[in-house]
């Protein structure tokens, strides 16, 4: 088992990376009441509900299991939560713990940040995109069907616990959807990470347990110290969001849950690392190293069939880094570093635009 800690003064916590991490020397010192609601998913809580149940103190326990799907990241589901935490007659010391992937991590902690004006929760990652990105750093909410993630708060969590034989269970496409956000840590920070990456592709999709959690490892690495600098995202945390800009507008366009984050995120990367190479900021050559790697990983490169340019810039025009309506892009300088910026040619993403759609 490995420890990081989130440096975040009096708010700070851990993330253990490990295997068989559901044991209650994990998760009892971050309970600080006597009362838990666990929320998870239709198929995630047959799967681990009772395992996770097991190890938890002798204290109130209960649970809501809301159905599955980027569908049901709404406002909606999320009240099904606090009607679950006001019959059971939960108090201000209760804590919430998600289990399952970034939908049920943000679902959980925006119900946490707002419930009784805030109360503490506890992420049990399942995915490896969860494990990677969603549950670390605080960013929790829900979507609204006018863009993705419009409604959230910034919450963290007391502990999160990454346990990677969970993933044995995970589907395949949700595996490389994973892959795609630790692939981003390589192209955003890291050069060295994304040669490791490159070497070890077949291994991380053949789920080794040690390469995976060395991959987990090395991007929550990377997630916390970019969280310690710019937790609320006033600067340097933005380009943790290389190629969603693209990828959110696939998702809304083609309506939540048709397309996986990831895979929006992978194709929303290559769309970014096209610009960066029209602008002369990389060559071809690393281009095709992003294309290469996404394909190993089995992710999409190519935009949904039917999605028009037009569709791209409405739907990009609401993204959260739009300033004063100047639109923001995180593109790339070169492999392992990446800037956020409004100074780009437009032209030059209308040809990338054009490029990627019919
Ligand atoms: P998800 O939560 O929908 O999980 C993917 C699928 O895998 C679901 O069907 C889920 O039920 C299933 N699943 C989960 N764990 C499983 C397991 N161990 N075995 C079998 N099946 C399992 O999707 P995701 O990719 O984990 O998360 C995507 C969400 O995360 C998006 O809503 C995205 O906006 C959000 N996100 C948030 C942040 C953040 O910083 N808060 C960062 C990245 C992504
Ligand atoms: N996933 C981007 C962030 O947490 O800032």
């Given at each position: 088992?490995?420890t990081l800690?989130?440096?975040?003064?009096?708010?700070?916590?851990?993330?253990?990376?490990?295997?068989?991490?559901?044991?209650?020397e994990?998760?009892?010192?971050?309970?600080k009441g006597?009362?838990?609601?666990?929320?998870?998913?239709?198929?995630v809580?047959?799967?681990?509900?009772?395992q996770?149940?097991?190890?938890l103190?002798?204290?109130?326990?209960?649970?809501v299991?809301?159905p599955?799907g980027?569908?049901f990241?709404?406002?909606d589901?999320?009240?099904v939560?606090?009607?679950?935490?006001?019959t059971?007659?939960h108090?201000?010391?209760?804590?919430?713990?998600?289990l399952g992937g970034?939908?049920?991590?943000?679902?959980?902690g925006?119900?946490?940040?707002?419930?009784?004006r805030?109360?503490?929760?506890?992420?049990?990652?399942?995915?490896?995109l969860?494990?990677?990105?969603?549950?670390?750093?605080?960013?929790?909410?829900?979507?609204?069907?006018?863009?993705?993630n419009m409604?959230?708060?910034?919450?963290?969590?007391q502990?999160?616990l990454?346990s990677?034989?969970?993933?044995?269970t995970?589907p395949d496409?949700e595996l490389s959807?994973?892959?795609?956000?630790?692939?981003?840590?390589?192209l955003?920070?890291?050069?060295?990470?994304l040669d490791?990456?490159?070497?070890n592709?077949?291994?991380?999709?053949?789920?080794?347990n040690?390469?995976?959690?060395?991959?987990i490892?090395?991007s929550?690495e990377?997630?916390?110290?970019v969280?310690?600098?710019?937790?609320?995202?006033?600067?340097?945390?933005a380009?943790l969001?290389?190629g969603h800009?693209f990828g959110h507008?696939i998702e809304?366009?083609q309506?939540?849950?048709?397309w996986?984050h990831g895979e929006?995120?992978?194709v929303?990367t290559v769309?970014?690392?096209?610009?960066?190479?029209?602008l002369g900021?990389?060559n071809?050559?690393?281009y095709?190293?992003?294309?290469r790697?996404?394909?190993a990983a089995n992710l999409?490169?190519a935009?949904?069939?039917?999605m028009t340019a037009d569709?791209f810039?409405?739907l990009?025009?609401v993204?959260?880094?739009v300033?004063d309506?100047?639109?923001?892009?995180i593109l790339?300088r070169e492999l392992?570093?990446?800037?956020?910026?409004?100074q780009f040619?437009p032209?030059a993403l209308?040809q990338t635009?054009?490029?990627f759609t019919?």
């Open positions: 088992m490995q800690n989130v440096e975040l003064a009096d708010r700070s916590y851990p993330i253990f990376i490990g295997t068989d991490l559901f044991r209650r994990y998760l009892a010192p971050y309970i006597n009362q838990v609601l666990i929320v998870s998913n239709e198929t809580a047959p799967l681990y509900l009772d996770l149940k097991a190890v103190p002798a204290i109130q326990v209960d649970e299991i809301l599955d980027e569908q990241k709404t406002l589901q999320l009240t939560v606090y009607d679950g935490l006001l059971q007659r108090n201000r010391t209760t804590t919430l713990i998600a970034g939908v049920i991590g943000d679902m959980t925006f119900a946490a940040a707002s419930y009784q805030g109360v503490n929760f506890i992420q049990i990652p399942t995915t490896l969860s494990q990677v990105d969603s549950s670390v750093g605080g960013k929790t909410g829900v979507n609204h069907p006018l863009g993705k409604i959230g708060a910034f919450h963290q969590p502990v999160v990454a990677v034989d969970v993933l044995a995970l496409r959807a994973g892959l795609a956000e630790v692939i981003k840590y390589g955003v920070y890291d050069a060295g990470f490791w990456l490159e070497n592709m077949q291994g991380l999709i053949a789920r080794d040690a390469l995976l959690s060395h991959a490892y090395r929550c990377l997630k916390a110290e969280v310690a600098q710019d937790e609320k995202e006033a600067g340097v945390r380009l969001n290389l800009t507008a809304s366009c309506g939540y849950g048709n996986l929006a995120v992978a929303g769309m970014a690392a096209d610009l960066s190479r029209r900021w990389i071809h050559d690393a095709q190293r992003v294309v790697i996404m394909q999409p490169i935009a949904p069939e039917g569709e810039m409405a990009m025009a993204d959260k880094k300033i309506g100047q639109l923001r892009l790339l392992g570093a990446a800037v956020v910026t409004d040619d032209q209308r635009l054009k490029h019919a």
